[in-house]
């Protein structure tokens, strides 16, 4: 059986340290904050980074360095046969497509695998998951690209944005736009199914926006994944510095999806960091994806 290394980056959530434990090779996701260069859990910690989001310091996304790439592949490739590299979803960023292209040079042809599953954070983390559950039954490398890229879009996440403030600095909102939201007390759900980040619905209140997304996860539950049984269901809460209400929006989730998802089974997680600097503090996501 080949021996098979699984690549991943920060934005799925997963840290250095349960990197080590799941066995797998996390790269740190580049920041430009004020014109220096930070690495996502390596020189800058998830606290560090919203006290500095919130200070408005400016924060810019990057991606990984070519070189970074493949002196790991190249190490990897010492001690494994194949490698499978999952990426964060090409619709929010270049770097699959970098690391696509760099697998297609002569010392990677056959060797990596990159995944190209449109997923980010919890969803990206599951995605690994089911690499390393894939690997153990005895699949190749690319066996394991192909299962997870033909299922890429058994995933949902939904998010609920606290304030405009972060939209309207990345330019995705015109700042009198923004201005109006604020005040109308907006807050957009925004969805990530497939390539984009796109709007899903507007709430002008937290419970409306959570009870938004409740019925956004059953509604896919029931219909979109109503072919699965429901211990391949893998619900979970992600969030932008707002742990305590992250909490109690699990205990909302599990007594509406009661019979389907217990409250002791929904991880929470922080959302990517590259997501986070886009929509800023007091977010809320809930996410659902099919296990492979």
Known sequence: MEKIAIVTDSNSGITQEEAEKLGVFVIPMPFMIDDKEYFEGINLSVEQFFELLKGDRTITTSQPAMNYITELWDKLLEEYDEIVHIPMSSGLSGSCQTAMMLSQEDEYSGKVFVVNNQRISVTQK???????????????????????????????????????????????????????????????????????????????????????????????????????????????????????????????????????????????????????????????????????
């Open 126 to 292: 599951q995605s690994v998951r089911d690499a390393i559950n894939l690997a153990n039954q005895g699949k190749s490398a690319i066996e394991i690209r192909d299962i997870l890229e033909k299922n890429k879009l058994h995933s949902s996440i939904y998010i609920m944005v606290d304030t405009l403030t972060y939209l309207k600095r990345g330019g995705r909102l015109t700042p009198a736009v923004a201005m109006i939201g604020n005040l109308l007390k907006i807050k957009p759900v925004l969805q990530i199914q497939g390539e984009k980040l796109d709007t899903f619905q507007k709430a002008r209140t937290l419970k409306q926006a959570k009870s938004i997304m409740i019925k956004a996860i059953q509604n896919d539950i029931n219909t979109r994944f109503a072919e699965y049984p429901k211990e391949k269901f893998v619900v979970a809460i992600a969030h932008t510095d707002n742990y305590e209400a992250a909490l109690e929006f699990r205990k909302e989730i599990a007594e509406q999806l009661a019979g389907i998802v217990r409250e002791e089974d929904i991880e929470i997680d922080n959302l990517s960091l590259s997501v986070s600097c886009h929509i800023g503090p007091g977010s809320l996501a809930a996410t659902c994806t099919i296990k492979e």
